[in-house]
């Protein structure tokens, strides 16, 4: 039998587990409550108790399992296996989770951050097709990316290469949490597309029934939003055309630099699918030059919940490439 992979989505409300083929496959799902109480100290050996009842269940051994891989939010360390600084996760010191989890499990360990990890499992199962030169957006709560270039993901000098939720879109914009002003995720964001409607709705005076919700003090979603743009409500048209132009002006701007074959879209607010994708493309289209335009598609994501897991397993598949390499 061949050996398997142990892909982990490590989020602030679940941490999602699933087995795979060494092709990528995925043969068993589960997922656990993420309990971020007493500082996220149950967290990790809560994953270790899962992992080894699930493969005795599954009436395997940590023998047939090639490695686990895990992304995570926070600052990784992917060298020491280290996690510092996810908020979400209560995780305010540092985690030493690839030594808790190889010692709790007896298996190989590699972790990289969350967004990276959804990168390369949409690039090796989902809309990226294997391509070499791929960045991904991932719009959800706020927005995260990563970018994978000749073939590599990129990591940059302290990690924090493809954060493109922090491009400025925006310079006199609003405050973004990270400190500046303007960032993509201040208005692409599911919370951003919210705001935009709320600022705009204060403005507008003509008829609307996203003004009508807003106004009456009802709960709006960006889910809201989108649903009354398909309807020509004329308040939500504007809202997410100006969503639209500074996603296509931030795309534009990583496409420009890094001449990606695709840039994939992702993420709860992807789910508009191609009613945002297109309008997308048309900015897109207005900030690059002609080479770039020419090669260069905007897609969405194809994955969906999977994306981290299945991304999290190709960790295993990389280092295990890299020693293969080492040894020849």
Known sequence: MSKKLIGIDLGGTTVK???LTETGEIQ????????????????????????????????????DFIGIGMGSPGTVDREK?????????????????K??????????????????????GERWKGAGENEDDMAFLTLGTGVGGGIVAEG??????????????????????YDCTCGKKGCLETVASATGV??????????????????????????VTAKDVFEFAKQKDALAVHVIDKVAFYLGLACGNIANIL???????????SNAGEFLTDQVQDYFNTFTFPTVRD?????????GNDAGVIGASSLIKGIVAKQVEAAD
């Open 295 to 303: 090669s260069c598609k905007i897609r969405l994501a194809q994955l």
């Open 259 to 269: 001449n990606p074959s695709t840039i994939v879209i992702g993420g709860g607010v």
């Open 17 to 19: 587990f699933a087995v």
């Open 81 to 97: 296996g280290t996690v510092i600084g996810a908020y979400n996760l209560n995780w305010k010191t540092l985690q030493p989770v």
């Open 152 to 173: 590599h993901l990129l990591h940059g000098a302290a990690g924090a290469a493809g954060e493109v939720g922090h491009i400025t879109v925006e310079p006199n914009g």
């Open 99 to 120: 030594q808790l989890i190889e010692s709790g499990t007896g298996i190989p360990f590699a972790i990289d951050n969350d967004a990276n990890v959804a990168a390369l």
């Open 194 to 219: 919210v705001r935009l409607a709320r600022d705009y709705a204060e403005e507008y005076a003509g008829e609307s029934n996203l003004k009508v919700m807003i106004d009456d003090g009802q709960l």
């Open 28 to 63: 068993q799902k589960w997922s656990i409550i993420t309990d971020i109480s007493d500082e996220g100290a149950k967290i990790v050996p809560a994953i270790v108790a899962s992992i080894n009842e699930h493969i005795e269940r599954f009436g395997m051994s940590a023998a």
